[in-house]
């Protein structure tokens, strides 16, 4: 990733901590002109957003630096820790909330001033809408999940703030007091859900999950497209932590081939492969005819993953013999 694209995810970042704040503000003074637990909820939620822009401005920052002697892989995966410990922030949260909630339900009371407390959490909402669409693109556009997660966690405050504020309008209306403990509660519904989603999102990255088949047959491609010369490649594994990939696969070359031969086709497949995938770190190993599989057996050791059982040829006309030593 250039320096201008993680200059910018440092921005947005520090910018978070400032939206965050406003909004914090916003949504407190609406529950202070109301007494209502439903926006006094909503503002308990909104200070997780600003511990979580502080956060996320310390992953990005994080995971810019570059490897080191401790880190030789790079620091990426600290966006993917901090999305999972916000995601369990968010659950924490949401508890928080239905114990206000049941506090609430207990001991209901009228609200005050609700017109105003609901324009200026109204406010509160659309100026989050566009923050996390600001979120959300530069997250995709950047590959940065600390980015993403907090985009995907402020949206759903914005939901939250759409129902309070048709709520909370129809409570002075109706005179249904308990309407306020039920919002709470369906706030506090809907940020578990968004805790979970962040958990759930993250944990593949963090876990060394494969791509989708779609992106692993798109290499195999290149490769066949750029590895005339060798006779197969095989064992070819993937990884994606944050903006750059990492790839490992073997290479069999014919047995009489020399080392810059097999260099230089390893040269030709790298670039290929680097001009497809952006950032990335590849490792080739060299291997010789008899450790090609494309003669195994039909029926392969079922133990083994499928990325152990996966070849491509790349030079028919070189494949090796099927008598094995």
């Known amino acids: 990733m250039t320096s201008r694209a993680m200059n910018l995810r440092l921005r947005i970042a520090r910018l978070s901590i400032l939206v965050s704040l406003v909004v914090l503000a916003v949504k407190?003074?609406?529950?202070?002109?109301?007494?209502?637990?439903?926006?006094?909820?909503?503002?308990?939620?909104?200070?997780?957003?600003?511990?979580?822009?502080?956060?996320?401005?310390?992953a990005v920052a994080w995971a810019r630096r570059p490897a080191d002697d401790d880190h030789p892989y790079g620091h990426g995966k600290a966006e993917y820790l901090w999305s999972i410990i916000e995601g369990t922030l968010v659950i924490l949260t949401a508890l928080v909330i239905l114990f206000i909630a049941a506090n609430d339900l207990r001991h209901p009371h009228p609200l005050h001033t609700a017109a105003l407390g609901v324009a200026l959490n109204g406010a509160a909402g659309v100026i989050n809408?566009?923050?996390?669409?600001?979120?959300?693109?530069?997250?995709?556009?950047?590959?940065?999940?600390?980015?993403?997660?907090?985009?995907?966690?402020?949206?759903?405050?914005?939901?939250?703030?759409?129902?309070?504020?048709?709520?909370?309008?129809?409570?002075?209306?109706?005179?249904?007091?308990?309407?306020?403990?039920l919002l709470s509660t369906a706030v506090a519904l809907n940020v578990l859900w968004s805790g979970f989603g962040m958990v759930r999102e993250s944990m593949p990255s963090l876990l060394d999950a494969a791509p989708d088949p779609q992106e692993k047959e798109r290499v195999w491609q290149t490769i066949e497209a750029h590895g005339a010369g060798a006779i197969e490649a095989h064992d070819l594994r993937m990884r994606k932590v944050g903006g750059e990939a990492f790839?490992?696969?073997?290479?069999?070359?014919?047995?009489?081939?020399?080392?810059?031969?097999?260099?230089?086709?390893?040269?030709?497949?790298?670039?290929?492969?680097?001009?497809?995938?952006?950032?990335?770190?590849?490792?080739?190993?060299?291997?010789?005819?008899?450790?090609?599989?494309?003669?195994?057996?039909?029926?392969?050791?079922?133990?083994?993953?499928?990325?152990?059982?996966?070849?491509?040829?790349?030079t028919p006309q070189l494949q090796a013999p099927s008598d094995r030593h």
């Open 247 to 314: 790839l490992d696969f073997h290479l069999v070359v014919p047995e009489h081939m020399q080392v810059i031969e097999a260099h230089e086709i390893c040269n030709r497949i790298e670039r290929a492969l680097r001009q497809q995938l952006g950032r990335a770190t590849i490792s080739i190993h060299i291997e010789p005819p008899h450790r090609s599989k494309h003669d195994l057996p039909p029926a392969p050791r079922p133990d083994r993953p499928s990325w152990r059982r996966e070849y491509r040829l790349l």
């Open 129 to 181: 809408w566009v923050w996390a669409q600001i979120l959300l693109r530069s997250g995709r556009r950047h590959n940065s999940r600390a980015l993403i997660t907090s985009g995907a966690h402020v949206m759903s405050d914005v939901w939250a703030s759409v129902a309070l504020v048709v709520g909370v309008a129809a409570i002075p209306l109706t005179g249904w007091l308990w309407l306020d403990p």
């Open 28 to 58: 407190y003074s609406a529950y202070a002109v109301t007494g209502s637990g439903a926006l006094l909820s909503d503002a308990v939620e909104t200070l997780l957003n600003v511990i979580a822009a502080f956060g996320t401005l310390w």
